[in-house]
């Protein structure tokens, strides 16, 4: 890393027309999360004093997305969508004051790696271009690279046939000093064939004014940019394929690699156990030597060391598992820490609760949380023991090594040690069951 201050700043301004989508482009989930949180999460990997994201088309739900993604970054709005220049032109006053490097990433090109920002942020040139070797350079711009560094940039649409063939493309990605950015943006102009301010002229214009430019590479795969369903897809494929590796290459076990999805911040520790069809949401972090059996979403939770999970379990936002925890096939847990040691065997909804370590939770017991209005808490405590189909009235606690009867309704605290049954008394008709299915059976065959 560079050892000057840096400032990002992320385009996000496009429509995208052709994701034929009325969602703003970099909206798209990739790995669980928009597309531009790819971009946010590698800022972040250079310390930046400032992140600044330029929104434009659907900009207020690209600056609550931002928000809730990256709190601390600044959004400006490019009106007009005028070019890449025209788009950074339009951080000039929060970017007032700063002295540093400044590096233009770009919302919708989500795979540049952390490596790959080091080597731009900490180059000597006064302008630095990332670049890449295209196997099919298609309708990229061109570098026209010299002894002398990089001379200028060329749009595929402004390219004679000679500069087609060079196979250095550009990837839009530049940084530079944030005085010479200053200086350079307001003298661009859009004499070319789009009518559009190119940030790629301020090549051209840092070498009139005798600065160096030049070129950092790295692979085609980090440049991938997406604009339709089909790019959004393959991107998909390669973050899974990557994310795949990358666990297995730190230790983690996963039983059917192909089965399982991850989302860009999620957190194995090595000897974890993942089975086949798990797919991880944002926010899900598993200790060392846990395991999650086949079928289960897992999304904001935390699963500590010991703990199983499913099969066919659902963990929501503000679930948190201790050591040793059992969660069976089944179960759904929202907003809920389980202690140490706790038994959630099967068929079971547990929200808004608090489980005290060792517990055991019968099969088909419920937290009723909700009262169509507000949420309310269960509390319960250690070594309790929660009789199946136990519906818990919320606001309610249960106390230590409490004990809940079979089918009951619990509306009252239950003191430490005691029994609560709360049905209704079961009375014994005689012959009655025998003669009431007699009757219908009749019933059935007359009609």
Sequence with gaps: MADSAIAVVVLAAGQGSRMQSDLPKVLHRLGGVPMIGHALAAARSLEPEQVIVVAGHGAQAVGKAVARLDPDAAIV?????LGTGHAVRQTLTELEGFEGKVIVLYGDTPFIGEDTLAALSGH???????????????????????DRGLERIVEFKDADAATR???????????????LLRQLIVRLGNDNAAGEYYLTDLVALARTEGRRADVVTCDEEETLGINTRAELAAAEAAFQARARRDALENGVTLIDPGTVWFS?????????????????????????????????HLEGCHISSGATVGPF?????????????????????????????????????????????????????????????????????????????TMLVAPVR?????????????????????????????????????RLMQALRLKKDKG
Excluded at 165 to 179: H, Q, W
Excluded at 363 to 368: D, F, L
């Design 165 to 179: 063939r060079i196979a250095l493309c550009n990837s839009g990605v530049m940084a530079l000093e944030a005085g």
């Design 77 to 81: 709005l490019q009106s007009e969508q």
């Design 124 to 146: 000597p040139a006064d302008v630095v271009v990332l670049g890449f070797e295209a196997e099919e350079p298609g309708r990229y711009g061109r570098l026209v690279v010299t």
């Design 264 to 296: 860009l911040d999620t957190a194995i520790g090595r000897d974890a156990i993942i089975g086949p069809n798990v797919v991880f949401g944002p926010g899900v972090t598993v200790e060392s030597g846990a395991e999650i059996l086949p079928f289960c």
């Design 313 to 389: 379990a659902r963990l929501r936002p503000g679930a948190e598992l201790g050591g040793d925890v059992h969660v069976g096939n089944f179960v759904e847990i929202k907003n809920s820490v389980l202690d140490e040691g706790v038994k959630v065997g099967h068929l079971t909804y547990l929200g808004d609760a608090h489980i005290g370590e060792h517990s055991n939770i019968g099969a088909g017991t419920v937290t009723c949380n909700y009262d169509g209005v507000m949420k309310h808490r269960t509390e319960i405590g250690a070594r309790a023991f929660i009789g199946s189909d």
């Design 398 to 434: 249960v106390g230590h090594e409490a004990v809940t009867g079979s089918g009951s309704v619990i509306t009252r605290d239950v003191p430490d040690g005691d029994l609560a049954i709360g049905r209704a008394r079961q009375e014994n008709k005689a012959r009655l069951g025998l």
